[in-house]
């Protein structure tokens, strides 16, 4: 690559925070809405609509105008959307909730992602939140976090469960238990995907999920069949399971702590117990990999302070650290996911040895 060349690259990077802004903005006003309910709206009367400026309309506008998402008229100005107006409603809906996340999450704490590199946390958080820990944590206290990220991740693991539980076996009549398995979600889906005659799940977590995650247990009939336990994943994983399944969790910590972890579900599962990951991944080649363009800055400056994706080969090379044998991984197929799609998710399926 030329130096010319990358410096063109350069204004990618340059401006990607106000091309994500003025696209959202255009959403969140209102503006997109009202040009699919109403085509033929001029700015001044999009202005009216959304209570904005037509001049600020108009300057919004200037950038779906150049991407085709929206189409001008040359005579009257008015506008109309162009490349939008093919995109289905769910698949919008599913984008929006990505960005709504993003903005939430990502878009203020990553102004301080240096800060958060040299001092292994998210920095942004104790600065715009006075907030001492890691997002998960600040989730529980500040829902203007919490509400677009729960918003997602249900969606997420509603679109991922039935894709991991088809690809995983869990042996008729196990005891399962969901590590950091949050407010019982996953427990409620291994009994939808995975029922048999005495399989009982059971959620561990920090001891304050408890009400929220029996609550859906009955909610969702399964009370009967699962049990939530209060802990640490730091101090001890509970035994007596025959299956261990950690979804989403191991990613949020570097290799020292992800060890940790696995090493204490070895400790709890007897010869032959079983265990599935779900994680975010990176393409071998790192070069095939679009996630590397948000996870890192994402877990770094706005999650833990540490973690992010692995390749597949790493994952598995630390679960055989552990002490585990792998028997079987896959990983979803890029081309059987929305073109929107950012993470890329693998399963690794594991026995304990001896």
Same mark, same amino acid.
């Given at each position: 690559?030329?130096?010319?060349?990358?410096?063109?690259?350069?204004?990618?990077?340059?401006?990607?925070?106000?091309?994500?802004?003025?696209?959202?903005?255009?959403?969140?006003?209102?503006?997109?809405?009202?040009?699919?309910?109403?085509?033929?709206?001029?700015?001044?009367?999009?202005?009216?609509?959304?209570?904005?400026?037509?001049?600020?309309?108009?300057?919004?506008?200037?950038?779906?105008?150049?991407?085709?998402?929206?189409?001008?008229?040359?005579?009257?100005?008015?506008?109309?959307?162009?490349?939008?107006?093919?995109?289905?409603?769910?698949?919008?809906?599913?984008?929006?909730?990505?960005?709504?996340?993003?903005?939430?999450?990502?878009?203020?704490?990553?102004?301080?992602?240096?800060? @958060?590199?040299?001092? &292994?946390?998210? =920095?942004?958080?104790?600065?715009?939140? $006075? #907030? +001492?820990?890691? /997002?998960?944590?600040?989730?529980?206290?500040?829902?203007?976090?919490?509400?677009?990220?729960?918003?997602?991740?249900?969606?997420?693991?509603?679109?991922?469960?039935?894709?991991?539980?088809?690809?995983?076996?869990?042996?008729?009549?196990?005891?399962?238990?969901?590590?950091?398995?949050?407010?019982?979600?996953?427990?409620?889906?291994?009994?939808?995907?995975?029922?048999?005659?005495?399989?009982?799940?059971?959620?561990?977590?920090?001891?304050?999920?408890?009400?929220?995650?029996?609550?859906?247990?009955?909610?969702?009939?399964?009370?009967?069949? @699962?049990?939530?336990? &209060?802990?640490? =994943?730091?101090?001890?994983?509970?035994? $007596? #399971? +025959?299956?261990? /399944?950690?979804?989403?969790?191991?990613?949020?910590?570097?290799?020292?702590?992800?060890?940790?972890?696995?090493?204490?579900?070895?400790?709890?599962?007897?010869?032959?117990?079983?265990?599935?990951?779900?994680?975010?991944?990176?393409?071998?080649?790192?070069?095939?990999?679009?996630?590397?363009?948000?996870?890192?800055?994402?877990?770094?400056?706005?999650?833990?302070?540490?973690?992010?994706?692995?390749?597949?080969?790493?994952?598995?090379?630390?679960?055989?650290?552990?002490?585990?044998?792998?028997?079987?991984?896959?990983?979803?197929?890029?081309?059987?996911?929305?073109?929107?799609?950012?993470?890329?998710?693998?399963?690794?399926?594991?026995?304990?040895?001896?």
């Amino acid at each position: 690559m030329t130096a010319h060349a990358t410096l063109a690259r350069f204004r990618e990077y340059m401006v990607g925070p106000a091309r994500f802004m003025n696209l959202l903005s255009c959403f969140e006003l209102g503006i997109i809405d009202a040009l699919r309910e109403k085509p033929g709206l001029t700015a001044a009367e999009l202005g009216d609509v959304v209570g904005a400026r037509p001049d600020a309309v108009q300057q919004l506008l200037y950038l779906p105008l150049k991407e085709g998402f929206v189409a001008q008229e040359e005579t009257s100005g008015a506008y109309r959307l162009d490349a939008l107006a093919d995109v289905a409603g769910a698949d919008l809906d599913r984008v929006l909730a990505f960005m709504g996340k993003i903005k939430a999450t990502t878009l203020r704490q990553l102004y301080y992602l240096t800060d @958060s590199v040299r001092a &292994g946390t998210p =920095v942004g958080l104790k600065e715009l939140y $006075g #907030f +001492d820990g890691d /997002l998960y944590g600040a989730m529980a206290v500040h829902a203007d976090l919490r509400e677009p990220w729960s918003k997602l991740m249900d969606s997420v693991t509603d679109r991922i469960d039935p894709w991991f539980f088809d690809h995983i076996d869990i042996p008729a009549g196990s005891q399962v238990l969901d590590l950091a398995g949050h407010t019982g979600l996953g427990a409620i889906h291994t009994h939808k995907f995975k029922s048999s005659p005495g399989l009982r799940v059971t959620t561990f977590d920090l001891p304050d999920k408890r009400e929220e995650c029996l609550r859906n247990f009955r909610e969702n009939g399964v009370a009967d069949k @699962s049990a939530f336990i &209060g802990g640490d =994943v730091f101090q001890g994983v509970p035994g $007596g #399971f +025959d299956v261990v /399944l950690i979804k989403h969790f191991l990613n949020m910590f570097d290799k020292e702590d992800v060890l940790r972890i696995l090493g204490g579900v070895h400790t709890s599962l007897g010869a032959g117990g079983q265990v599935h990951l779900l994680v975010p991944i990176y393409a071998e080649n790192i070069k095939d990999s679009w996630s590397v363009d948000y996870y890192p800055s994402f877990f770094l400056g706005c999650a833990t302070g540490q973690g992010g994706p692995q390749k597949m080969s790493t994952f598995r090379s630390w679960l055989e650290e552990a002490g585990f044998t792998v028997t079987g991984q896959t990983a979803q197929d890029p081309a059987q996911l929305p073109p929107d799609a950012l993470p890329l998710q693998g399963i690794l399926s594991a026995t304990k040895n001896g």
